[in-house]
Structures are given as C-alpha cells and as structure tokens.
C-alpha cells in the first residue's frame, strides 16, 4: 500500500504544488524560491526518509510569510491524506535531536486534534533569506492542517541556522517513527476507537 498524497493551493497569494510519499528513500525534488527554506525542507525529507516534490510560486516581493506558512498548510493537508485512516500506526512519535552545541525536542501525536507548543528563542531575525519568526508559523500550519498534536523545544540553543535545522530534523525523525506501522495494532492505537 503507497502512503502518498498529492494537494495543489492556489491563491492570490501563493499557487503550491506537493506530493508526499511516507514510506520512501529520502529523495525530493523542492523548489520554494527561499534557499533556506529548501534546505531545511530537504533535510525534513531525508531524516524522515520520506519522498517529497515541492514548487511554490509565492509573493516573495512581499516577503516570504504567505510561502513558509501556505507551504505548512499544504504540507500538513498531504500529511493528513498520506496517513489515512491510521490503522496499525503507532500514533507517537518523539526524538531529542542533538546538531553541535544546539538539543532540540519534538514529540508528535497523530490524534486528529489539533495542538502546537513551541518554546524556543532565535537570536538573529533571519538565517540566510528566511525569517526566523517563519519557523514556529511554519509547524503551526502543520500540525493543524494535520491534526496533530506537535510539541517543539529549544533544550539548549547555540548557532541559529543549527537551532532551526535541528527542529526540522527532529521533526521529521518523530513523524516517520509516529506513522510507522506496528504488527501488534490492528485497528487505531486509541481506547475510544477513532482517532479525530
């Protein structure tokens, strides 16, 4: 069975394209006219061992808020999709990821009940050509958009382009082991029966 989803947005604002495949080899193909945007995209697909093809055209003469923040959006909605209806997964996931000096957090729960806490401060405004501020909204589209339960911490902070690639990677790594499948669930790891 192929855990794939592919969701199209197009507004006055942005016009985004994305196919997300779960179980995959960590291959992508991301275009969001934001350099390090794709970097951290690009490391969210290979840590998370997903396959992912993004393009987005947005109003980077605006700024790059309505490109970050649809893209967590569009992102979270594949995520959704790609799940299904959740039999067998795991539900959680969670990893503290080390990068240098820098120890993040992310735990995730794939509840259909939408979540985010975010504790953690940036120290420049941007790293490269993104808006530090752009990294909380990009999760909290995520995980509403997805219905998840995201919990993200700064544990010890440092060099503000390791603080932000650490929390996409350990973003990733919680996804990918949250919507694992294990042998031993039959239905939905959950004692009310559904899980939304």
Known sequence: MSRKATVTRDTKET???????LDG???SSIDTGVGFFNHMMEGFTRHGLFNLTLKVNGDLEVDDHHTIEDTGIVLGTAIA?????????RRYGSMILPMDETLVLCAIDLC???YFSFDGEFTRDKVGDMETEMIREFFY???YSAGMNLHMKILTGGNNHHMAE???KAF???LDAAAAFDGRIT???STKGTLS
């Open 15 to 21: 016009q985004i394209q994305l196919t997300l495949e």
């Open 25 to 27: 080899s960590g291959s």
């Open 81 to 89: 999709q790609a799940v299904g209806d959740k039999k067998g997964i």
């Open 112 to 114: 259909g009940r939408p």
């Open 141 to 143: 589209a995520v995980s």
């Open 166 to 168: 650490a929390l996409f």
């Open 172 to 174: 990733a790594k919680a």
């Open 187 to 189: 239905d939905v790891l």
